[in-house]
């Protein structure tokens, strides 16, 4: 019996890639749209030990829930602003009810007391409601959830961005972070994946499949040094060598990849 992998996540993509664009871009800025610090859900163990809900997905979960409050919260609002949010509650497969049946369930005509026929009066006369009480509270409760690990998968292989994301970090945290000395072994593993086996700098094998000098080390983008934290978008795997070249001063990565052909 094939072997399958038990823990996947099936990527939708619909507004991962522009969001991740969103994210990245705002990384490279001067200023960042909102410090990653003071987002943090956890700065204080965050930086101290690597947690699967790390500093990048807070910033990113900031920055997903900033522009999706636009399309409920924008200067000279209207109805048709929450137009884009329709596509992505349907291209995550999130239910909702219609502003129709939002009306239907939640009125009764004032002298019968039976369901009301929708008229475009009453859409007219609910359709503010509808949005802010209603709409608005599925679209943040559901869709930040989906996109965030999406989005994170898609920056987290890129090093260089981390490398940006964690230099601002150390310099907005001001202080030395004590080093973790336990790695956890999900960690050794994502990172591993996520280098392809490869040292993250001169890319020497380091998987052993074919040979014994696979010896890997865990190291600091930003050094400790520096204010680096132990946060897992900091975190690269080096070749032995490479480990043994860098000094707490160095701050090194690489974004070369192998290519598919």
Not at 145 to 158: G, Q, R, Y
Request: negative net charge; contains cysteine; charged residues 25%.
């Amino acid at each position: 019996m094939s072997q399958t992998l038990q823990k996947c996540h099936v990527f939708n993509f619909s507004e991962s890639y522009s969001y991740a664009d969103k994210v990245r871009k705002e990384i490279f800025e001067d200023d960042f749209l909102a410090n990653p610090i003071e987002v943090a859900s956890d700065l204080e163990h965050q930086i101290l030990k690597p947690r699967k809900w790390s500093l990048l997905h807070d910033y990113i979960d900031y920055v997903v829930r900033d522009d999706l409050k636009f399309y409920f919260l924008g200067g000279g609002w209207d109805y048709e602003d929450v137009n884009p949010v329709f596509s992505m509650l349907d291209a995550h497969s999130v239910k909702y009810l219609t502003l129709e049946q939002y009306i239907e369930e939640h009125f009764r005509d004032d002298e019968t007391g039976e369901t009301i026929v929708v008229t475009e009066e009453y859409v007219e006369k609910y359709k503010y409601e509808y949005a802010i009480f209603y709409l608005k509270d599925i679209v943040l409760d559901s869709l930040p959830s989906m996109i965030v690990p999406e989005v994170f998968t898609l920056l987290f292989s890129d090093r260089e961005a981390m490398k940006v994301f964690n230099l601002k970090v150390a310099d907005m945290l001001g202080s030395r972070t004590a080093r973790c000395t336990y790695w956890p072994k999900w960690l050794e593993r994502a990172l591993f994946c996520r280098e392809k086996g490869l040292c993250a700098i001169c890319k020497a094998d380091l998987t052993s499949l074919h040979h014994v000098n696979g010896k890997l080390a865990i190291d600091h983008i930003v050094p400790i040094a520096l204010n680096g934290v132990n946060d897992p978008t900091n975190l690269q795997i080096l070749c032995e060598a490479c480990n043994g070249k860098k000094s707490g001063k160095d701050v090194v990565t690489s974004n070369a990849l192998p290519v598919f052909w």
